[in-house]
């Protein structure tokens, strides 16, 4: 799916991607699903990360069954859920933050045909705005595609709906020394040191990323504000606040997938340490 995530799901992203397009569905025409266990979720229920993590556990640790679950097997499935549940909250952050983007060149554009007639606009700042605007509706169709993957990964995965899932609230930050010594000792007693040295060091670099892409989009922000205000009140500067207004979406769409690849390197490491259900009180 989303290749700045662990890249599961990449040969289904493919035939999602060059496929035919599927036709949308309410969720008034879509009934609850069903679980192997029988457990029903209302189609119209709102699902946090906990949610979907808890129905899927259920039916996959065999607690309605009353089998044993294999723990090295069920610790890879949750974090293919996990996976699944990130590629979709990104995928919809990107589409929105596109449409938001795309939006506020729309209303540039009106403001820049008000100014035209009195000649408060430069003649070529409305034609490449309307260059600029065109570059943006390619990136919604993009946003789009994205999310049609990641939604037909998340119901194959999850039997259930990717508009129940709610945005991780939770939010993600790096694991703290103690964490990670801990956790590298549990992995020691199960033989997967070399495994866990290899998560580790993803997980640093993730962290890295991820402090990096909030820099720049912090900043992005900021020039953002100042273009606005230049433009609005002085009148000036109109390309300028669209450029600034892109760059914004395009860090925004990268410290999305950034956040969503550390929260993934985290959880990697403690499904390496086989304590990934305990991690995400599962049990």
């Not at 609850?32 to 808890?54: C, E, I, K, M």
Request: with cysteine.
């Amino acid at each position: 799916m989303l290749k700045t995530l662990d890249g599961s799901g990449a040969t289904d992203a493919w035939h999602g991607w060059f496929g035919k397009k599927e036709t949308l569905r309410t969720r008034s025409e879509v009934r609850s699903p069903v679980g192997q266990s029988g457990l029903t979720v209302n189609s119209l229920a709102r699902l946090s990360f906990q949610d979907v993590l808890q129905y899927v556990y259920v039916r996959e640790a065999g607690v309605v069954s009353g089998l044993q679950p294999d723990a090295p097997s069920l610790n890879e499935r949750l974090l293919g859920v996990l996976t699944a549940c990130h590629e979709v909250d990104t995928a919809r952050q990107r589409l929105l933050g596109a449409m938001g983007a795309q939006q506020t060149l729309d209303d540039m554009a009106h403001l820049l045909k008000a100014r035209a007639y009195t000649g408060l606009c430069a003649p070529a700042e409305p034609r490449w705005l309307v260059v600029m605007r065109a570059d943006l509706g390619r990136s919604v169709e993009m946003a789009t595609a994205m999310w049609d993957m990641a939604s037909r990964h998340f119901t194959r995965v999850t039997h259930l709906l990717p508009a129940q899932l709610d945005g991780n609230a939770d939010g993600c930050t790096p694991l703290g020394q103690d964490d990670l010594e801990l956790l590298e000792r549990l992995a020691e007693r199960l033989g997967a040191a070399d495994r866990f040295a290899q998560a580790r060091e993803a997980h640093k670099v993730a962290a890295l990323d991820g402090a990096l892409a909030r820099s720049r989009w912090t900043h992005a922000v900021d020039a953002r504000r100042i273009a606005e205000t230049r433009f609005r009140k002085e009148r000036r500067g109109a390309l300028a606040f669209a450029d600034a207004v892109v760059n914004e979406h395009w860090l925004a769409n990268s410290l999305a997938s950034r956040v969503a690849h550390l929260c993934m390197k985290r959880h990697a490491l403690h499904a390496v340490a086989l304590r990934l259900p305990q991690h995400l009180g599962l049990v």
